[in-house]
């Protein structure tokens, strides 16, 4: 345990030096070496060719609330596409007016993680889409019960048969998370820290640009780098100095729960910061609400330091530049029950 958090805190620690004020181009490769740009396409996930028909399946999946046992939630409802990909709440409402125990991660950009939830139980956006189903404090559902409903509906079983042709029996729980996943794929949204990765000088503003060089020569990129800033590994929550329970509840030991090494109390996901401005509040509990808030924890428990507030309000400025635009989503109009659609329920479902 001492080697592994030694061995975090020098990467964490680890800074670029930049000039007093470094040029756009200097400022620009060194963040190339650490960041990289969204693509311009939908990007490929494994074993699972997505095509516009499963697209589609996948956007009625999304917004349909009749795969959850109550018919109240869809997945839209903890994964807003109108208000930053998360419900904006500490921690969200499910079945029974439950309150869950984590905040919702947006699903923006989702696809580009190394894996899915806090702890990272699941690989994928297709293995992530069957899990709020079936949890008893989510949706309350069974994989049965979604593929009876969506049988039950002549629209679906077409609509399955375009997305998966050649299949037998194309209406599956496993098809039907693909076909979501298929569709979250899509959701990328283009900020303008994307246009200055890619050349344009003007897409940050000074004060924007200042924000990053502090970012990276702070080592805020040591756990957020990449093309999500973020979502590509796991650290202490605290490695440095270990926040109060109020943000870092002691009955939440993060993926412990996954592993169960004990190396992995208190370990998160680090959350990728794509669209951050917009998706409060913060960290897994869901505790903080401000983002100039956040940043100073995450100085005092990840880096040790005291930012200040002129540096906080920097990084504040480049955050904000990774606020993306969101893709143009319509509304679907979702095939009407029959006869042999079973009723919503109030009690959770078992086998």
Not at 203 to 222: R, V
Not at 288 to 313: F, H, P, R, Y
Request: proline letters at 8%; charged letters at 20%.
């Amino acid at each position: 345990m001492k080697n592994m958090l030694t061995t975090i805190a020098v990467m964490l620690l680890a800074t670029t030096a930049f000039a007093a004020d470094p040029t756009p181009t200097e400022l620009r490769n060194a963040a190339l070496d650490l960041f990289k740009p969204l693509p311009s396409t939908t990007p490929a996930v494994a074993n699972n060719l997505i095509t516009p028909d499963k697209i589609d399946l996948g956007k009625a999946l999304f917004f349909d609330p009749r795969i959850s046992a109550s018919g109240v939630f869809s997945c839209n409802s903890c994964h807003n596409l109108g208000t930053g990909g998360d419900d904006n709440l500490e921690t969200s409402i499910g079945h029974g007016w439950q309150k869950g125990p984590r905040n919702a991660p947006t699903v923006f950009n989702a696809v580009f993680n190394i894996a899915q939830f806090w702890d990272g139980r699941a690989d994928d956006l297709a293995a992530q889409a069957k899990g709020p189903v079936q949890a008893g404090v989510e949706m309350a559902n069974t994989p049965e019960q979604v593929v009876a409903t969506l049988k039950s509906m002549p629209q679906y079983v077409e609509w399955f048969k375009a997305s998966f042709p050649g299949e037998e029996d194309p209406v599956t729980f496993d098809n039907f998370a693909k076909a979501i996943e298929a569709f979250e794929a899509t959701l990328i949204t283009p900020a303008p820290f994307d246009a200055f990765l890619n050349g344009d000088d003007n897409a940050l503003t000074a004060d924007q640009q200042k924000g990053l060089a502090l970012f990276i020569e702070k080592g805020c990129s040591s756990c957020h780098a990449g093309i999500n800033l973020g979502g590509e590994g796991y650290f202490p929550f605290g490695l440095i100095e270990k926040p109060g329970s109020d943000v870092l509840p002691e009955n939440d030991k993060g993926r412990f729960a996954v592993t169960a090494t004990a190396d992995d109390s208190y370990v998160f996901r680090a959350a990728p910061l794509r669209n951050v401005s917009v998706t409060a509040p913060y960290f897994h509990s869901g505790k903080v609400w401000d983002l100039k808030q956040a940043i100073g924890i995450m100085g005092v428990s990840q880096l040790g330091e005291d930012i200040n507030d002129e540096e906080a309000d920097l990084i504040v400025a480049f955050l904000e530049s990774l606020t993306g635009r969101v893709p143009e989503v319509t509304y679907p109009i979702l095939p009407p029950e029959t006869a042999t659609t079973p009723r919503p329920s109030g009690e959770v479902i078992t086998k």
